[in-house]
């Protein structure tokens, strides 16, 4: 975080300005076996902007994602970053281009510690090409001291760590190298209030450097702190994306269990 | 401490058989003959630790040390004096072996591999399938015949034909001693230059103390192993000269030991320092967390069992170098021993945990048990009972131990 570069103004979302957005998915579809998990959805996400992304479980937000990430693979339909066209196949294709993820499940290596964890893909080396313990800990130690002070198990197996301190090993990955877009994937489903509001803190800390940020939750409420847009989901389609300063928390609500836009009545 | 339970553990077993074979265990010969019997299943069992670490097993390790130790017999013994013409005991002839082996071994490992990893067959099956086919490809190549005598020079491979001699050995042991010292020192100044908590200094001083006297005594040990008298005076008249009367020399480090602790202290540095290393455990810890962070699981899996295959070979290196030759049931059952010492030493079968001094400590408590057993005059059929029945316990022992501690 500390190499943070600051791309864009704070606080000033890149929408509306003209600018092609960070992120556009276009028209996606992915299916298991036959059946269409996301179904023709486009999203898009500007720096600087949080979009929260709501549904049923099932309705298709984490397969969207993952077809950003890196971990599934589209069938089709486009990715585009910056305006320009990207194939991201793998999870190294998706770290190329910027685009760090926090898993629901956190994706960490239980039987090794923060450190190996936060390098986890990205060690770094001492010139005859071993890894940099030493220096990686370092690094470590100043990141997790940003993120969370109380951190102290340094050199103990993840495993031993408490769910709020996984969370911030895994976020701690996600931030530290330089990510312009950051997909959060039910960041605070397993935190105490205490945490679920130090990630709060957090995301609109990342916003105002200008990350764009992808929001997968089940919490209305949440969403209607934290994003700017809500997109909402319904059996692998896209119901609509609205504006959060437009809707209230019902207009949501009816939007995932009904699938209709605000608006149209539910007759 | 799980190190030091072991160590304390293979101790007891030592003394113990020594007290019931009246001191004839721990004798300099015996702990010799301990050593060089250990190498080859100890060899395979540091490739082992790699791949059940990352949840794999492979069965047809002896199978496979029975493949390339046919071809290594087969290239030295027919393909290069007769077929290319280099005739008996050329001098070129021991290296041309060895590096055909390797490959071979190799080869077949990333070939085991790239079923696994690719076409995501398990490795228990491939591994299974091989354990058939390697064991009868070595039977078809060698006609199932008993191939030797081997080159002179490669059988300086197998233990008692090539050792490093009483000063070498004093020389190696002390630079071993000397250079473990230095790693321990200067692992904890660079935590200290970081600022980072490091241990007391009595707890590294003892640690350092302890390696280096089990460096030096291992090396007090070989070369108090006298060569015998006639065997000496064959030596010397081999060379022309006459022995003087009186003499005694000392075996010193043989080979085959120095060649397990390279690939003991290599592998070492490949797990804890090197990405590779790091990746290997990752992906035991957490496969799909592995993958999502960019980590290419599949060619990892290439790899591991091609670094496996590569081992085979090297231990079908000493293991028909130490026998003298190569017969049909070279390795048999050695899939079992280098697995059951892969998990006495801690390696844990549901992946991420695993050491490789523990799997050659594991190693050598098996071979202690086995030959200390053939002392005492058990039954062969109680010598594997035993062995059985210790494995079971000792990972009990294990399952136990980490449950106290809370760990997984």
Not at chain 2, 25 to 52: D, K
Not at chain 2, 170 to 191: C, D, E, H, P, T
Not at chain 2, 304 to 317: D, P, Q, R
Not at chain 2, 358 to 369: D, P, T
Request: with cysteine; aromatic share 8%; net charge neutral.
């Amino acid at each position: 975080m500390q190499a943070q570069e600051t791309q864009q103004t704070p606080s000033a979302s890149g929408r509306g300005s003209g600018a092609p957005p960070l992120v556009e998915m276009r028209d996606i579809s992915v299916s298991f076996g036959g059946i269409k998990a996301v179904d023709g959805v486009s999203v898009d996400l500007y720096p600087g902007e949080v979009v929260g992304l709501l549904g049923h479980n099932g309705a298709g937000k984490s397969t969207l994602i993952k077809a950003l990430s890196g971990a599934y693979q589209m069938d089709h339909g486009e990715t585009l970053i910056d305006g320009k066209p990207v194939e991201i196949n793998n999870p190294r294709d998706a770290r190329a281009n910027n685009i760090e993820t926090i898993y629901q499940t956190l994706a960490l290596a239980d039987n090794l510690d923060a450190t190996s964890n936060l390098f986890l893909g990205r060690e770094m080396t001492t010139p005859f090409g071993l890894v940099n313990d030493a220096a990686m800990e370092s690094e470590c130690r100043k990141i997790m001291a940003q993120l969370n002070p109380n951190f102290q198990k340094f050199n103990d197996p993840v495993s031993a760590l408490s769910g709020g301190q996984r969370q911030s090993v895994a976020i701690a990955r996600a931030v530290y190298f330089n990510a312009r877009i950051l997909i959060m994937d039910e960041p605070t489903a397993a935190l105490g209030p205490h945490e679920t509001q130090m990630v709060a803190d957090l995301i609109h800390q990342l916003k105002a450097q200008g990350i764009g940020i992808f929001l997968i939750d089940h919490d209305v409420h949440a969403v209607m702190e934290l994003c700017d847009r809500a997109s909402v989901m319904k059996n692998g389609k896209l119901v609509g994306t609205v504006n959060i300063a437009d809707v209230t928390d019902d207009d949501l609500l009816s939007m995932i269990i009904l699938g209709k836009q605000p608006g149209q009545t539910a007759e | 401490m799980r190190l030091l339970g072991m160590i304390g553990a293979f101790v007891i077993l030592c003394i113990g058989f020594n007290i019931v074979t009246d001191g004839r265990f721990l004798t300099p010969r015996n702990l010799f003959n301990l050593s060089i019997q250990t190498v080859s299943v100890a060899i395979m069992a540091c490739g082992m630790v790699f791949i059940i670490v990352t949840r794999h097993i492979d069965l047809s390790v002896g199978a496979l040390l029975a493949t390339t130790s046919a071809v290594m017999a087969m290239t030295q013994t027919e393909l290069l004096p007769s077929m290319l013409g280099m005739g008996l005991n050329n001098p070129a002839t021991w290296a041309i072996t060895i590096v055909v082996g390797l490959f071979v071994g190799t080869l077949i490992g990333a070939f085991h591999g790239w079923m696994v990893g690719y076409l995501t067959i398990p490795a228990f099956i491939v591994t299974l399938g091989g354990f058939l086919v390697w064991r009868n490809v070595a039977w078809y190549l060698t006609s199932g015949q008993t191939i030797g005598p081997l080159d002179s020079t490669f059988l300086m491979f197998g233990g008692t034909n090539g050792t490093l001699g009483s000063t070498t050995s004093w020389m190696f042991g002390l630079f071993a001693a000397a250079i473990a010292i230095w790693v321990l020192w200067s692992g904890r100044r660079a935590k200290a230059a970081h600022g980072f908590p490091v241990k007391p200094v009595w707890a590294e001083t003892t640690l350092a103390g302890i390696i280096a006297i089990a460096i030096l005594g291992y090396v007090y040990i070989v070369n108090s192993y006298a060569i015998p008298t006639r065997r000496l005076q064959r030596m010397f008249e081999a060379r022309g000269e006459t022995m003087p009367e009186g003499l005694v020399v000392g075996y010193g480090i043989p080979i085959s030991v120095l060649i397990l602790i390279i690939v003991a202290v290599t592998l070492t540095i490949v797990a804890r320092k090197t990405r590779f290393g790091r990746y290997i455990f990752a992906t035991g810890g957490n496969p799909d967390a592995a993958e999502l962070s960019g980590i290419n699981t599949r060619m990892l899996t290439v790899k591991i069992f091609a670094l496996m295959g590569f081992l085979c070979a090297v231990s079908a290196v000493v293991a028909s170098a130490r026998l003298a030759n190569h017969s049909n049931d070279i390795g048999t059952l050695d899939e079992l021993r280098v697995i059951a010492a892969a998990v006495i030493g801690g390696t844990a079968l549901s992946g991420g945990i695993g050491t490789i001094y523990g799997a050659i400590l594991g190693a050598l408590i098996m071979q202690a048990l086995q030959s200390g057993m053939a002392m005492v005059g058990v039954d062969a059929p109680f010598q594997n009972i035993v062995v059985g029945s210790v494995l079971v316990l000792a990972v009990y022992i294990d399952i136990v131990y980490r449950k106290r501690l809370g760990a997984k």
